[in-house]
């Protein structure tokens, strides 16, 4: 029978089988509790990740100004008197290295998606694109057609997903903050092709740090992946001004688009 308002009943989370306790309050709205709640914290990780690819760069900027490594030999007294025209080779060095400035950006974006990714308990959102995706993708297919206002492709590709791993929030969440990631040196190609380097730079750390985009990297819908091909939409368009070649890469790419989100 049904609970009755104020009780309360013992169940298992039926996405990974943890300990679940559902609450009927008194308005006769239904709560649902992980028991326990899993509190991990990563900042240490994140923080020491960010100490490390700082101080990497930093490094690999002064030894890769020429004849720098000599001079600091000279004394502290002519180190001390050019450090700014040193400071600035340096900066320049290293903003002449995109693979090294995006892939930098791209790990502290990437390690901000992952912080606490499973804390939380799936939303009610979440929740409801989870049972969409729990048949086979025709069924998936129907499924998300009655229950979901997006297109299928996300539906599917996490159709795909859970197979290919564990049922839990992390490894569910994971598949969105990919995506989100992903969209970092996407942005870096979009702002290098339509304006120069460090547009490209500005807008790589721009979504990297936007906290929007880290929120919606670890809620389980489509909506980093809107991002990531609006991004590639905008690229290949581009990109089609210049060479008409590319013309099935951006086709692909805006159907990929309206697949994702109306």
């Known amino acids: 029978s049904e609970p009755t308002v104020g009780t309360s009943e013992a169940l298992t989370c039926?996405?990974?089988?943890?300990?679940?306790?559902?609450?009927i309050l008194q308005d006769e709205t239904e709560q649902v509790y992980r028991l326990p709640v899993r509190v991990l914290s990563y900042s240490p990780l994140v923080w020491g990740l960010i100490a490390v690819?700082?101080?990497?760069?930093?490094?690999a900027a002064v030894l890769g100004v020429p004849g720098l490594a000599a001079k600091l030999q000279s004394g502290s007294a002519r180190l001390k008197a050019g450090v700014g025209n040193r400071v600035s080779r340096a900066a320049a060095a290293l903003l002449r290295q995109p693979l090294l400035v995006v892939g930098a950006v791209t790990l502290?974006?990437?390690?901000?998606?992952?912080?606490?990714l499973g804390d939380l308990s799936l939303v009610l959102d979440e929740a409801a694109m989870w049972q969409i995706t729990r048949g086979g993708l025709g069924e998936t297919v129907l499924n998300n057609a009655t229950g979901n206002s997006a297109p299928p492709l996300f539906a599917l590709l996490l159709n795909l997903w859970q197979a290919a791993g564990e049922r839990s929030e992390v490894w569910l969440r994971l598949l969105p903050a990919i995506a989100s990631t992903m969209a970092i040196p996407a942005m870096y190609a979009l702002g290098r092709r339509v304006f120069d380097r460090k547009a490209g730079y500005f807008g790589a750390l721009l979504i990297a740090l936007a906290a929007p985009q880290i929120e919606?990297?670890?809620y389980l819908r489509e909506y980093s992946l809107s991002v990531l091909l609006a991004i590639l939409a905008l690229y290949a368009y581009f990109k089609l001004r210049e060479n008409r070649n590319g013309s099935l890469w951006w086709i692909s790419v805006w159907v990929a688009c309206l697949l994702t989100q109306y």
């Open 53 to 59: 690819i700082v101080g990497s760069m930093a490094g």
């Open 108 to 116: 502290v974006g990437g390690a901000l998606r992952l912080a606490h």
């Open 14 to 23: 039926p996405w990974d089988e943890t300990p679940t306790l559902r609450v």
């Open 216 to 218: 919606y990297a670890q």
